[in-house]
Nanobody
Framework: QVHLVESGGGSVQSGGSLTLSCAAS????????MGWFRQAPGKEREEVAT??????YYADSVKGRFTISQDTAKNTLYLQMNSLKPEDTATYYC???????????????????????WGQGTQVTVSS
């Protein structure tokens, strides 16, 4: 089991910044694959950013504005969001799944859209 708790959401004006955090606990995986997703009212959930080791992946809509990072020692995932736009308004979710095989080998992170573990979400509202 992995327990995920997001924090750092809030309301900002267009052009502002926020940093989201996602603390993971309750697991003993050698590697935890993690990422950020968001869902706006009336829209489908979309992937925002994921990270595999030191390699980040970003949705085109946030490239150059958002930065994902992971502190493995603290089991915490971050999302630094700069130059926020009203269209970034959504509930942001942290997702995670094991990056370790049953034999204990590390494996590349895959698509996290169907991750087993999700946080409760944190609201980000950007006003124009």
């Amino acid at each position: 089991q992995v327990h995920l708790v997001e924090s750092g959401g809030g309301s900002v004006q267009s052009g502002g910044s926020l940093t989201l955090s996602c603390a993971a606990s309750g697991h003993s995986y050698r590697k935890l694959c993690m990422g950020w997703f968001r869902q706006a009212p009336g829209k489908e959930r979309e992937e925002v950013a994921t990270i595999d080791g030191s390699t980040p992946y970003y949705a085109d809509s946030v490239k150059g504005r958002f930065t994902i990072s992971q502190d493995t020692a603290k089991n915490t995932l971050y999302l630094q969001m700069n130059s926020l736009k009203p269209e970034d308004t959504a509930t942001y979710y942290c997702a995670a799944e094991s990056g370790t095989t049953s034999d204990g080998w590390l494996m590349p992170c895959g698509d996290l859209s169907d991750s087993e573990f999700w946080g409760q979400g944190t609201q980000v509202t950007v006003s124009s």
